[in-house]
């Protein structure tokens, strides 16, 4: 939920700060009063397009703040401890957009920067904008199926994720043949010269870390007579002379004389010692006869430094030619390998992945089965309450219908295959157009939304269309920038009466004109403007008291203003909505 929001120098409004609460909050205000940018601000906060434009003329940048309080356990929680933000001591989060005149906008989220991207990834399970644009888009092929499929939920949510695994299996299938058929000379001669680097590498036979312990043998190899004169001194000074000089004693003679002197004595402090140098002298016994396996080992045989100057100008070609140590060279063998098992271009190699592909095509039809009988079920649940939305929106003769069809696949689209003799196009969201018709009366027949519906009722079902998938919409905050324009009248206040339904479950937000939708909140702002010495307009955002709300709803109400019959007309209009907002919650109950 959104608890709060302050914007500054953002348009027309200077300074502003909005203390919003659960149900349903109306925003309203006189014409270029600056009533869209709180929509605007709330726009900038879900990641949107950052515009210099938008700037308050006069002042240095744009800053719009909010703070949200994310459901524990849910993604926008998950995504806070991501980013590393932290939170207030109250569980809140302060998201804030920061505007630039030279066009550059920075993001923060919880005291840290982060990217635009990350305020859009929290907007997606906490914020939605609705707006006039969002009609538009409505009338794309595309999102008249997520309309569907966000309807559907599980029921098309499951289908479609097997269908888009398999169609990748497929599609990669399909790719790697059709490589193999039609640069077969190219792959033939790659995978000779792979086979003869592999040869190459065979015929070596280099170990792991082989060329490492070569260049330590090398260099003792090339220091064989100082190593064993330095062994032979250190041993001689350990262990005594072989001829047993004894003007030369050994320090295991010298550790034992002493330790045999401490031991004569009956004083515990000197035999406590006496045993310590009884360790030294375990130590230097150890010592000695390591020394004198280093000696044996010590090979002097000079044709071995030989071969191992061969061996390592053998693995320097190879190291030369494929990798930067004997380690790399087998990791590119090892790459190569694969790479030439994929190069197969033999008939029995395209035949065996020609199978596959059918197999997996087969499989993919399948699934592309699944998926439309899904949708075609969702589709007659989605249109029939619609149409009953309609009905209750001043539209009781109109009838929505969501149509689901086969999505041709045009010549030589990659993605086509063939389901019951049709060439079908199989694109990531399965294969499958849906199209929202949408017949006004009886009298006329069943058209497409955007032919067969006119401005104020597209509105309608667009509203429609939230009321229904209201409770598959895991969004807590829906805003809604004047969906109700072009609409006056009794279909007026069945929007407003659909608003305060749909604020039952959501927190929400409307942007309106209309005085029989405002009379439907529960907390109504007002964007005021007023002139400034300077000569700019200067706008602010005040919550309505219950005189003040009067007055507004009756300037809305054609302009009547702070009149007797203006302010009864307004009176009125918030009684009838304060009784049906009651029937409506004793009828829930």
Known sequence: MLTEMRIEGLGVIDEATMDLHPGLTVVTGETGAGKTMVVTGLQLLAGGRADASRIRRGADRAIVEGRFRPPAGSPAAELVGEVGARTDEDGSLIASRTLTPDGRSRAHLGGRSVPAGVLAELAEGMLAVHGQNDQLRLLRVGEQRAVLDRFAGDAVAGPLSAYRRVREQWLRCRAELATRRDHSRELAREADLLGHSLAEITAV??????DSALQAEARRLADIDQLRDTA???????CGAPEGDPDQPSATSLVGQARRRLHAVDDPALRALGE???????????????????????????????????RQAELKRLTRKYAADVDGVLAWARQAHQRLADLDTSDEAIAALAARRDELATELAGHVAALTAARTAAARQLGDAVTAELAGLAMGQAQLSVAVYPSLAADGDEAAFTLAGARLRAGPDGADDVELRLAAHPDVGSLPVHKGASGGELSRVMLALEVV??????????VFD??????????????????????????????THLAQVAAYADRHLVVDKAAHATGLTRSGVRELDEVARISELARMLAGLGDTDTGRAHAEELLSAAAADKAREWRTVL
């Open 232 to 238: 032979v001194i250190a041993q001689s000074a350990v």
């Open 276 to 310: 310590r140098l009884g360790e030294a002298a375990a130590v230097l016994g150890d010592v000695g006869a390591e020394l004198s396996g280093y000696l044996e080992a010590l090979n002097a045989d000079p044709t071995r430094l030989e071969q191992v100057l061969a």
């Open 205 to 210: 036979d280099p170990q792991p870390g082989e």
């Open 482 to 511: 004047e969906i109700d324009a072009g609409i006056g009248g009794w279909a007026a206040v069945e929007i407003g009466r659909r608003l305060a339904r749909l604020a039952g479950s959501h927190q929400v937000v409307v942007v």
């Open 469 to 478: 998938l209201a409770d598959a919409d895991p969004v807590p905050t829906m």
